[in-house]
């Protein structure tokens, strides 16, 4: 799944940035609302971290352009601030959680975590497609109860198609989603990590659809 943190502290942006790399997951970064609100609009982000004291522009007049083009993904805001009023007018610009500082990073993971599992129609934190198991919490992945070592990309290419399950995802979809702006982008190498991912798991879960791209379908099915 593919982040954007848009914060002007420079400390705290590469700690977030740092926990979520670690996470698994792949991450943008913009230090003030002019460069988080172009990145927002052109980039097909899974979820965003948005501080609303930014320069430039500010958290919520961005987070209020982007709803108004349109743009649909989850934001969880950040706020130095503790007054009621200003969580209200962040939920009634389209936020859809919210942080105040200082905070621990496990809690923001664990927002992200669920705003993504809500964006994209599921409840719990962990996936099963047959006997294939993926935790999203700690990043393990199982089959049949046995663990499984997948490398950073693999796990996220299979993540998110567990978190897609039922559709049919496009390669130049996952080219967007797993790597970052500045990664000299490859479809073809979606297709080398599908069989590395296919021969690691030793079960076919990952269906290729004929000019179309991939879709998760049990092994009986």
Not at 5 to 16: K, S
Not at 97 to 106: G, I, M, W
Not at 202 to 215: E, F, K, N, P, S
């Amino acid at each position: 799944m593919r982040l954007l943190v848009v914060e002007d502290d420079p400390d705290l942006n590469r700690q977030l940035t740092g926990a979520l790399t670690d996470a698994g997951y792949v991450v943008d970064r913009a230090f003030d609302g002019e460069e988080g609100l172009f990145l927002g609009d052109t980039e097909p982000y899974d979820a965003v971290v948005l501080d609303i004291g930014l320069p430039k522009m500010d958290g919520i007049s961005v987070l209020e352009s982007w709803r108004r083009n349109g743009r649909t993904m989850p934001v969880l805001m950040l706020t130095a601030r503790d007054r009621w009023s200003d969580k209200v007018q962040g939920f009634d610009a389209g936020a859809d959680d919210y942080v105040a500082k200082p905070f621990h990073l496990e809690e923001v993971l664990a927002r992200l975590r669920a705003l993504l599992r809500r964006s994209t129609g599921h409840a719990k934190s962990e996936f099963e497609c047959g006997p294939v198991r993926l935790d999203t919490r700690n990043g393990r992945v199982t089959v049949n109860g046995n663990p499984v070592k997948l490398t950073s990309h693999e796990y996220r290419l299979l993540a998110y198609l567990m978190h897609h399950n039922g559709r049919v995802v496009s390669r130049t979809e996952l080219v967007e989603h797993l790597y970052d702006q500045d990664f000299d982008r490859d479809s073809n190498t979606i297709e080398v990590f599908v069989g590395r991912i296919r021969r690691k798991l030793g079960i076919d879960i990952i269906q290729t659809v004929r000019g179309l791209g991939y879709m998760l379908a049990p092994p009986d099915s």
